[in-house]
């Protein structure tokens, strides 16, 4: 079936330093509007390339876009793009009549928590914190261990920017309560099956970026417990088929990207937990507000950890995506 791809280029300031990788500066991204003329049906998606995380820059996709060529990031986009235009030609929002899911707040900058966010979190009723951590690792220790003394649950990420010897050792600066409060920690070292079944003696281990780092045709067990599924990134069903096959809990998060990428998120994370409710861990989709308020982080609702579902079809912001101005990119 031919598609007509269109893109609308975005900028999104960061409130704080967004992980031991990346600068504060201004990220930029394209939102994609994505046309099926033959039925009549038009969906939206984000691309939100990470380079600092080792995605091929947004020029580097474009123009293999206009040479025909889809990077796996941008079928993804299609994807979810797809899955928008079904639910906009049926009047169907992402919202009905699923069930309702608690994220995770996400601290990127932990010397911005004070005592008093942490009250009003546990006020909103937040349970889980999602700390990256690997900029300073025993101010972090201390602050995880003040976190978890709070009762707060703890998913710690280091984007496997850290060695063996200095995860080891920040483990062992945290106390016995904290260790029962954690999770898992996501992507702590490089992967690799020794190392990682070295730390998974010591802490529960989630698997993110690191993904394609696997052996997957090859290996008949991993040394992790959880696979984080990003649908900006990943092949969403088989995340699921792994996740089955391995015997892994699931935790949806979005791409810390635009606000249209973080409702696809959330789309999936509905979905997958009506679908498998004893695979998925709660989601981490609440990322729009890392950065300064736009009129679509304005268009999303969100109370404590819960988002409120908006009077809208598809992934929502129909008005505010119809205003902007597309550039036609290619049909394929
Ligand atoms: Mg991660």
Same mark, same amino acid.
């Given at each position: ?10 900028? !999104?300031?960061? =409130?704080? /330093?967004?992980?031991?990788?990346? *600068?504060?500066?201004?990220?930029? #991204?394209?939102? @994609?509007?994505? &046309? ?80 008093? !966010?942490?009250? =009003?979190? /546990?006020?909103?009723?937040?349970? *889980?914190?999602?700390?990256?951590? #690997?900029?300073? @690792?025993?101010? &972090? ?85 959880? /696979? ?105």
């Amino acid at each position: 079936m031919n598609i007509k791809i269109s893109y609308s280029p975005y900028q !999104l300031k960061p =409130q704080h /330093l967004l992980n031991s990788n990346a *600068s504060a500066e201004e990220r930029s #991204g394209f939102l @994609l509007k994505v &046309e099926w003329p033959e039925d009549g049906r038009v969906g939206y998606a984000d691309l939100h390339p990470w380079t600092e995380l080792g995605d091929a820059s947004i020029e580097d996709q474009m123009s293999d876009l206009r040479l025909g060529r889809m990077s796996s990031q941008i079928e993804q986009s299609v994807w979810l793009a797809d899955r928008d235009a079904h639910m906009r030609k049926e009047g169907r929002g992402i919202f009905d009549s699923m069930p309702s899911v608690r994220n995770n707040f996400i601290v990127t900058d932990f010397s911005k928590v004070n005592e008093e !966010l942490l009250a =009003q979190l /546990l006020k909103q009723q937040f349970t *889980s914190l999602k700390v990256k951590v #690997g900029r300073d @690792l025993a101010k &972090e220790a201390r602050f995880v261990n003040q976190v978890a003394a709070k009762g707060f649950s703890l998913r710690l990420d280091f984007n496997a920017a850290a060695s063996l010897s200095t995860v080891k050792k920040f483990i062992h600066d945290l106390n016995p309560s904290t260790l029962s409060k954690l999770e898992y920690i996501e992507d702590p070292i490089p992967f690799d099956m020794e190392e990682w079944a070295l730390l998974r003696q010591l802490v529960p281990l989630a698997l993110d970026n690191q993904f394609s780092r696997v052996d997957w045709s090859e290996v008949t067990a991993v040394p992790f417990d959880v /696979l984080i599924v990003k649908p900006a990134k990943i092949d969403v069903s088989k995340a699921v088929q792994i996740c089955q096959q391995f015997k892994l809990r699931a935790t949806v998060t979005s791409y810390m990207d635009h606000p249209v990428g973080v409702m696809h998120a959330l789309g999936i994370a509905m979905d997958l937990k009506k679908k498998f409710p004893n695979m998925m861990n709660d989601p981490g989709c609440l990322t729009h507000t890392l950065y300064q308020m736009d009129s679509f982080s304005a268009a999303v609702t969100a109370q404590g950890p819960y988002f409120m579902g908006a009077k809208d079809v598809g992934i929502g912001f129909t008005s505010l995506l119809e205003k902007l101005t597309w550039y036609k990119l290619k049909t394929f």
